[in-house]
């Protein structure tokens, strides 16, 4: 099923009599597999509105990102929150839209700086599990009043609703851009150099660390945005902060690198092309490194990629290991698994009863027949 309109949509959930499988682009085949006709969204497709002078953008949820991304760019703005391509990870095709990304709330490197894909959401227009139409925000942010469905939607993974259109606000893109290196890092001193980073007031907007970087080795990734005169100040006192931390420490300066270096950390590039299971950790930055060391007690051929300033910890394992079961404080979500894992495991964090609880009452209320990607999220 591909709906060309909301009415459409409307229309085809309020008749379906069985699950639905909900699909953007095809582009993030993540949770558990789910049977049912595939319901897809690729059909609402366009920008309806786009105002460069206000930083808002309409447009319909199976709008490719990568259409956005020329609309804004010929404006010089962007997607703040730096959306990753999660196709080179899962071995997939397809075209990545608007609407999954929302629906995941897939937020980039820059996450750290603007917050997540859920803070630049003005407004929603969805079709419940019953078939109603509905919308919630506006077009600027003084317009998101009462039930913050905005928010509730980033994030729900089409369990809640299918997005037929979202409203974002956008962001200038910068004059210029630069990246501080240090290379040779520990994992715990590199975490404890993103802290300082991120810690100072040298407005960073990436902070990352590879112990084998595109080179093959070690490398801390510090990124910083702006104006050309600031760029140039800022990197030049980073490299006076992060120096004390034992590294070599050098300045990129080139765009197409820092782009090229900041994409390879967006789609988790380390891990393209490999065999394994690639699980996503959300930690407090300071614990990151010990958790990794508790997995590679057991594993030792892990691959690692911390982002976010050690906050969020890309870990590939071999295949069919609960990568739970090691002892850590935060969430852990399988990324990529065959099916069998994901069948087998928990793809999301298990939610306390309380939380389980909240969960499964909004999704009564919303989806009341369970038709709208049932058992995805455990």
Not at 347 to 358: G, K, R, S
Request: charged share 20%.
């Amino acid at each position: 099923m591909r709906p060309t309109s909301e009415a459409e949509l409307a229309d085809m959930v309020a008749g379906a009599t069985a699950a639905l499988r909900i699909q953007g682009g095809g582009t993030r085949d993540i949770g558990a597999p789910v049977a049912g006709a595939v319901l897809s969204t690729g059909g609402l497709s366009g920008v309806s509105l786009y105002e460069p002078g206000a930083l808002t953008l309409v447009a319909g949820a199976g709008t490719p990102v990568a259409e956005i991304e020329a609309t804004l760019a010929s404006e010089k703005q962007r997607l703040a929150f730096e959306p990753m391509d999660h196709r080179g990870l899962l071995g997939g095709d397809g075209v990545s839209t608007i609407g999954g990304v929302v629906a995941a709330n897939v937020s980039g490197p820059r996450r750290i700086q603007v917050g997540a894909c859920r803070d630049s959401l003005l407004g929603v227009r969805f079709v419940d599990g019953a078939g109603r139409a509905l919308k919630n925000g506006g077009r600027v942010m003084k317009n998101v009043t009462g039930y913050d469905l905005v928010k509730l939607m980033a994030g729900s993974w089409g369990t809640l609703g299918v997005l037929s259109e979202v409203s974002l606000k956008v962001q200038a893109m910068p004059e210029a851009v630069g990246c501080v290196l240090v290379h040779g890092l520990s994992e715990v001193d590199a975490v404890s150099a993103m802290s300082a980073a991120l810690g100072s007031p040298y407005d960073v907007s990436g902070a990352a660390h590879a112990p084998v970087g595109a080179d093959g080795h070690p490398v801390t990734m510090i990124r910083i945005e702006g104006l050309e005169a600031s760029v140039a100040y800022r990197a030049a006192k980073l490299t006076d902060v992060l120096s004390s931390f034992g590294g070599e420490v050098s300045v990129e300066r080139d765009p197409d690198r820092v782009v090229a270096g900041w994409t390879w950390v967006r789609d988790v590039a380390v891990m393209h092309n490999t065999v394994g299971d690639v699980w996503r950790f959300s930690v407090k930055p300071s614990e990151a490194p010990g958790v990794v060391a508790n997995l590679r007690a057991a594993h030792p051929d892990l691959v690692i990629l911390y982002d976010w300033g050690g906050g969020l910890v890309w870990v590939k394992m071999p295949e069919g290991v609960d990568a739970r079961q090691v002892d850590f404080h935060g969430h852990a979500t399988l990324v990529r698994g065959s099916e069998a894992t994901r069948k087998s495991l928990a793809v999301f964090q298990p939610e306390p009863a309380p939380l389980a609880a909240l969960s499964n009452g909004l999704r009564a209320q919303f989806d009341p027949r369970g038709i709208l990607n049932p058992g995805l999220m455990g």
